[in-house]
């Protein structure tokens, strides 16, 4: 698959899916920007860790979900790589609660950051796709995602995820002519960070027909093959990597 030499921006690249998802791009040989919020000692982790795989890569702080912030980070790569081909829209709040106890101000920070913010920095990006005649964006959606799913208790969440299937295929159809693709890569629950060691054994075991848990690296190949000319004709479309979870 063809990534080598291309120019990646991963938003929130720096750590959990974000950053298996650079390393793996920067590993095919892509040169790689990833984005972060405010984190800067995790983002100086990764980039060395691209280093060492000898990829070329910055890290850029910006909030996603501001429109100037988003404007000035695809500017900036840009500016240092001359052009934009992959754009992975990672960045993506999760909350628990029921509706009855989510503030205003919550629901606005689950929406704005898994739906603003791809809507923010995909626009900045295409201009520069469009004078390429050539561009993938790649949004990170949950698994479910592509039939808006329900779940008690992350009703901001799965409303947002559901959008952003339905503004991936929106752009999609507004961008294929100018070689623009658009697609979405469904996760599962990568890390149960509430549950014990024991039980999220025993969960995923339960949960994943094919044996074993998911890692970034298995959210990391569906990308890259998003991003690779073999996806040439894939647009619009939901890859959901959930070991047969959810089917
Ligand atoms: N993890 C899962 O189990 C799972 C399951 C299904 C779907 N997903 C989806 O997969 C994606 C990645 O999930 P994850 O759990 O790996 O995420 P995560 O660990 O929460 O990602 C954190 C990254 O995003 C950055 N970030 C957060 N808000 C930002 C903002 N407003 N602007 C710029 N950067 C921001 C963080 O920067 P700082 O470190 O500086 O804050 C960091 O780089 C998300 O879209 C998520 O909804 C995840």
Request: with cysteine; proline share 3%.
């Amino acid at each position: 698959m063809t990534i080598r030499h291309r120019v990646a921006l991963v938003t929130g690249g720096s750590r959990g899916i974000g950053k298996g998802i650079a390393m793996s791009l920067g590993r095919a040989g892509a040169r790689v920007a990833l984005s972060y919020r405010s984190n800067k000692t995790a983002a100086q982790n990764t980039l060395r860790q691209l280093q060492a795989l000898g990829c070329e890569c910055f890290a850029i702080e910006a909030d996603a979900t501001d429109p100037a912030q988003a404007e000035s980070l695809v500017g900036s790569v840009t500016e240092k790589f001359g052009r934009l081909d992959l754009l992975v829209n990672n960045v993506g709040a999760f909350n628990w609660g029921t509706v009855a106890e989510t503030t205003v101000e919550e629901w606005r920070r689950v929406l704005d950051s898994n739906l603003l913010s791809v809507f923010c920095v995909s626009r900045a990006a295409l201009p520069a796709m469009r004078r390429q005649r050539w561009g993938r964006i790649i949004n990170l959606g949950a698994v479910g995602a592509e039939r808006a799913f329900g779940q008690a208790t992350i009703s901001a969440y799965a409303a947002a995820k559901a959008a952003v299937v339905a503004f991936s295929r929106s752009l999609a159809l507004e961008e294929a002519k100018n070689g623009i693709t658009v697609n979405v890569v469904n996760p599962p629950n990568i890390d149960d960070k509430e549950l014990s060691a024991e039980e999220a054994r025993r969960m995923r075991d339960a949960r994943f027909p094919v044996g074993r848990p998911p890692s970034a690296d298995d959210v990391a190949e569906a990308v890259k093959f998003l991003a690779s000319d073999s996806a040439d004709y894939v647009t619009g479309q939901v890859l959901s990597v959930s070991g047969g979870w959810m089917m």
